[in-house]
């Protein structure tokens, strides 16, 4: 698969493609254009985030861009990427798995660190929210079976 063939597939502009992965324009233009080839790595990751991307509701999106998770977040939530560590935006966690990335991989480019970033933000996304499904769930059990046994009691 190349990026012209990703682009049909996921509906999304060269200058969508750019925007959404921070790629230059002019690169993601001569990918598309078979002047240049991107290596294999970064099309199977673009194609795994839009195909990701794809099941899920986006409503709200600009057509001319591709999906931003941005829209979903509460402008003031916070992560912690370990268990005592300080709260952290989206955008200072994307930058400080960035870093991460490249110190274990000294020879990666800045797109690639970019691209498994937010692939890894994606996935702290998804853990966090099926923690909240999961938290809601035992909740709404407690609170079933403190009734229960009121109504026991009664």
Same mark, same amino acid.
């Given at each position: 698969?190349n !990026?012209?063939?990703l682009?049909? /597939?996921?509906? !999304?502009?060269?200058?969508?493609?750019?925007?959404?992965?921070? !790629?230059?324009?002019?690169?993601?233009?001569?990918? #598309?254009?078979?002047?240049r080839?991107?290596?294999? #790595?970064?099309?199977?990751? !673009?194609?795994?985030?839009?195909?990701?991307? *794809?099941?899920?509701?986006?409503?709200?999106?600009?057509?001319?861009?591709?999906?931003?998770?941005? +829209?979903? &977040?509460?402008?003031?939530?916070?992560?912690r &990427?370990? /268990?005592?560590?300080?709260? &952290?935006?989206?955008? %200072?966690?994307?930058?400080?798995? /960035?870093?991460?990335?490249?110190?274990?991989?000294?020879? *990666?480019?800045?797109?690639e660190? /970019?691209?498994?970033?937010?692939t890894?933000?994606?996935?702290?996304?998804?853990?966090?929210?099926?923690?909240?499904?999961?938290a %809601? *769930?035992?909740?709404? +059990?407690r609170? *079933?079976?403190?009734?229960?046994?009121?109504?026991?009691?009664?």
């Amino acid at each position: 698969m190349n !990026i012209r063939e990703l682009c049909e /597939k996921y509906n !999304i502009s060269q200058s969508g493609l750019a925007r959404r992965f921070g !790629i230059p324009l002019r690169t993601v233009q001569g990918w #598309y254009l078979g002047e240049r080839k991107p290596p294999e #790595y970064v099309v199977g990751m !673009i194609d795994e985030l839009l195909q990701l991307n *794809a099941s899920e509701p986006d409503d709200d999106e600009d057509e001319d861009c591709g999906y931003d998770y941005s +829209q979903h &977040l509460h402008p003031d939530e916070r992560y912690r &990427l370990t /268990k005592d560590g300080p709260l &952290l935006t989206k955008d %200072e966690v994307m930058e400080e798995l /960035k870093v991460q990335y490249l110190g274990r991989h000294p020879g *990666a480019s800045d797109m690639e660190a /970019k691209l498994m970033a937010l692939t890894c933000f994606r996935r702290m996304e998804r853990d966090r929210a099926m923690l909240r499904t999961r938290a %809601e *769930a035992i909740r709404v +059990q407690r609170e *079933a079976r403190q009734r229960m046994i009121r109504e026991k009691d009664e």
